[in-house]
Structures are given as C-alpha cells and as structure tokens.
C-alpha cells in the first residue's frame, strides 16, 4: 500500500476531501497557490477541450516525457514501493502507478480541474499542499521519488534537493526531468517559470554534491521552434526523439541513486 502520512494540521477542502496544506506555502512564478478554483464556466470549457489538448499533448506535446518516466518507474516497482512525486502538476503520473498502491504526490499550487479528474479516477490518491524546500514527511520514507520540470522553477534548489534527500530512503531511487538550459528552446528566450538554467553535466555535478549518484542519463524532446496556429496560438512541437545535436533536445532525464548512513528500518524518525 506505502500510503505515507503528510505532517500537517491544516487543510483545503475540494468536493468534501480535505486536501492536507502546509500554512506557509510560497507563490508560484505566476503568484498562484493552493487549489485553483475555476469559474463553473471556466470548468465546463475545460472538460469540453481536454480531450483536444489530450490529444495534442500525446501527439506533438511532452507526454514523451510521461511515458519514459513511466517506463523506469514499471522498471523499479516492487511490491512495497513507498512513491512520491515532487511538484506532481497535473498529476499524470499516476496511471503508472499500480491500482492497489498509493500515488503520493504534491505540489504548491494544484488545479482545480486536474485534481477533481485525480479524485475520481478510481485510484488511490494521497495529495498534499506543500513546498518541496519544506516537504511534511518524516525522514527516509520512501524508496521511489520523481520530479518533473520543477526543480529548474525553485529558486532554493539547495533546500529542495536536501529535502528530497532526507526523505528518501537509503538506497532509494531519485528520478528527475528538468529543461535542458542549453537548448534552442530555453537559451536566450524569456520562460518566466525557470529561475535555473543547467547544462547536461552542470545538473549532475549538483545533484552529486547533495548526494545523488547517478545511475542512467539521456536528453530527449528534439524541439522545433515555436509556430503560431491560425496565426494566432503558439504551438511548440517536439518529437520524443534524441537529437544528435544536443541544442535540439529541450529535456534532461536522470536516474539517481541516493546515498545516505541513516538506517531505513528505524520507525522512530521524525522531520529534522
């Protein structure tokens, strides 16, 4: 099962699920936090298109991304894996997950849209309202952890991968998709939700000195430049493929094993 228990008190309230929430959470790049609640005409445009922009994020979109980290976690799974996802968005990891096992998961700001689809999608969902510089758990707890394009949009990276780090059991596996800050797509253009920018080894040289070790590595997503639909939406294609020129490959895939001397069989660990 490996339902891990959030240390919080406090909660937000959806459909009369209580959604545990820390009571400092920092703002997004866009000043959101917390639940984002749609207008009821907002939400049912929304259901109406979702099956579109499905559609285009499987085809020409990042769903590549989901489906190599789907692969690694089918890859490492065991019976008592104890998952967490960092900065879980839209929650689409959570398919990869097996029925009987919690999908354990949080983010800053969720919304309202994605997380009401998570609550009724037959799974087991155990969400949370936290920061990833500030993660309510106790310490080595779980042995499977995974981020995605959220490390390069927190400014205290150190935090967050010492958070990471001390929640993680020894030996666990740290999986990690960040932007790739050598890309076509991201060198010299304006994303206001990166505050980092690292290269393929820059990454791994950070990760290494908070006491990651990395086990696998690869870019992906050749990119092509941005085109503008009727004119007027910007469309970004990528191609879940590994361009032999590494500019072309907007993204950064890792595989970590983490290193640590605390004993994983411990039951009386508490957040440091």
Same mark, same amino acid.
């Given at each position: 099962?490996?339902?891990?228990?959030?240390?919080?008190?406090?909660?937000?309230?959806?459909?009369?699920?209580?959604?545990?929430?820390?009571?400092?959470?920092?703002?997004?790049?866009?000043?959101?936090?917390?639940i984002?609640?749609?207008?009821?005409?907002?939400?049912?445009?929304?259901?109406?298109?979702?099956?579109?922009?499905?559609?285009?994020?499987?085809?020409?979109?990042?769903?590549?991304?989901?489906?190599?980290?789907?692969?690694?976690?089918?890859?490492?799974?065991?019976?008592?894996?104890?998952? !967490?996802?960092?900065?879980c968005?839209?929650?689409?990891?959570?398919?990869y997950?097996?029925?009987?096992?919690?999908?354990?998961?949080?983010?800053?700001?969720?919304?309202?849209?994605?997380?009401?689809?998570?609550?009724?999608?037959?799974?087991?969902?155990?969400?949370?309202?936290?920061?990833?510089?500030?993660?309510? !758990?106790?310490?080595?707890?779980?042995?499977?952890i995974?981020?995605?394009?959220?490390l390069?949009?927190?400014?205290?990276?150190?935090?967050? !991968?010492?958070?990471?780090?001390?929640?993680?059991?020894?030996?666990?596996?740290? !999986?990690?998709?960040?932007?790739?800050?050598?890309?076509?797509?991201?060198?010299g253009?304006?994303h206001?939700?990166?505050?980092?920018?690292?290269?393929?080894?820059?990454?791994?040289?950070?990760?290494?000195?908070?006491g990651?070790?990395?086990?696998?590595?690869h870019?992906?997503?050749?990119?092509?430049?941005?085109?503008?639909?009727?004119?007027?939406?910007?469309?970004?294609w990528?191609?879940?493929?590994?361009?032999?020129?590494?500019?072309?490959?907007?993204?950064?895939?890792?595989m970590f094993?983490?290193?640590?001397?605390?004993?994983?069989?411990s039951?009386?660990?508490?957040?440091?």
């Amino acid at each position: 099962m490996s339902k891990l228990t959030w240390d919080l008190s406090e909660y937000a309230v959806l459909e009369n699920r209580q959604i545990p929430c820390a009571s400092n959470l920092p703002k997004r790049y866009d000043d959101a936090s917390g639940i984002r609640i749609d207008s009821p005409g907002r939400r049912a445009l929304k259901t109406i298109l979702w099956p579109l922009f499905s559609l285009r994020h499987e085809l020409i979109g990042t769903a590549f991304i989901e489906r190599a980290l789907g692969r690694w976690i089918r890859e490492l799974w065991r019976k008592d894996t104890a998952f !967490l996802e960092v900065g879980c968005g839209n929650m689409a990891l959570r398919k990869y997950i097996p029925r009987d096992c919690y999908y354990n998961a949080f983010d800053i700001s969720l919304s309202e849209f994605h997380l009401r689809r998570a609550l009724h999608d037959n799974r087991r969902i155990n969400i949370a309202l936290a920061s990833a510089t500030d993660i309510p !758990l106790a310490t080595s707890v779980s042995d499977l952890i995974v981020s995605v394009s959220t490390l390069t949009s927190i400014p205290d990276i150190a935090g967050a !991968l010492a958070e990471i780090h001390r929640v993680a059991k020894p030996g666990a596996t740290f !999986l990690c998709v960040i932007h790739n800050g050598t890309s076509d797509k991201y060198i010299g253009r304006s994303h206001v939700e990166c505050v980092h920018s690292w290269s393929f080894d820059e990454f791994r040289e950070l990760a290494a000195h908070h006491g990651f070790e990395c086990v696998k590595a690869h870019m992906g997503g050749w990119w092509f430049p941005c085109r503008k639909l009727f004119g007027i939406i910007p469309v970004n294609w990528h191609l879940p493929f590994k361009s032999r020129q590494p500019s072309k490959n907007a993204y950064l895939f890792y595989m970590f094993n983490v290193g640590k001397n605390a004993d994983p069989t411990s039951k009386d660990v508490t957040r440091q």
